[in-house]
């Protein structure tokens, strides 16, 4: 069964600086992982999307890195702002074509 | 604009009465997800149905939910009777296909409070 670990668990930051959210997954079987982010009392909006061939993706202030073989998801926040505070999550694709989703990074960007 | 409809969006309800959300997916997806959140146990998968057919719903609380979808445009979730233990947010997500390079789009949710 996949597990999805998702370090650290918050963060605060002041505005500007760069950051790393990680995400770990524990059955490498994967098709691809998706990155959302969730305001409170919202839904979940898709970020970023990385097959499993690919090793990185970008959007805007955003990039996501894959390593399928040792399980590691990284998601990078360049110059961050106020408008970037929700919660983050990652979630795998796996075998079963079902998403497993991490506990997410709770990200306060402070002005 | 796309996008995966639920309704209702909030839902409060007396113990032991029944409650029956429903998930309008993105036109042409055949792939359709429930979830709950909580914050206890996060985002947990309920049930899962390809072209309508149900693959998964082994997360599903097999005594009192049941997930149908009685067309490719409908996905319901109902829960009979409902216990104070069932208030979350439940998601419904839709997805075409979903191999490597298609995604899952989320709805708003329905927040169920069972008092």
């Known amino acids: 069964k996949q597990e999805v670990t998702q370090i650290p668990a918050a963060l605060s930051v002041p505005e500007g600086e760069n950051l790393v959210l990680n995400c770990s997954f524990t059955d490498s079987a994967i098709y691809n992982l998706q990155w959302f982010r969730q305001d409170p009392g919202k839904g979940l909006t898709s970020l970023l999307l990385?097959?499993?061939?690919?090793r990185e993706q970008t959007s805007g202030r955003l990039n996501a890195s894959l390593d399928k073989s040792s399980g590691r998801s990284t998601l990078y926040i360049a110059a961050s702002q106020p408008g970037d505070s929700a919660t983050y999550l990652c979630a795998p694709l796996g075998s079963a074509r079902q998403l497993t989703f991490g506990s997410g990074t709770q990200l306060t960007v402070l002005p | 604009d796309a996008r995966v409809t639920q309704t209702p969006r909030d839902k409060v309800t007396e113990m032991g009465q029944e409650v029956t959300m429903r998930c309008q997916p993105i036109?042409?997806?055949?792939?359709v997800f429930w979830y709950r959140q909580t914050m206890m146990q996060g985002l947990e998968l309920l049930a899962y149905f390809r072209n309508r057919a149900p693959l998964d719903d082994s997360g599903m609380p097999k005594d009192r939910f049941s997930a149908e979808m009685p067309d490719a445009t409908l996905a319901t979730l109902k829960i009979q009777p409902s216990e104070p233990r069932d208030s979350a947010v439940y998601f419904c997500?839709?997805?075409?296909?979903?191999?490597?390079?298609?995604?899952?789009?989320f709805g708003q949710g329905t927040r169920l409070t069972v008092v």
């Open positions: 990385i097959q499993s061939s690919q």
């Open positions: 997500a839709s997805g075409s296909g979903l191999t490597g390079h298609t995604e899952a789009f």
């Open positions: 036109l042409g997806h055949n792939t």
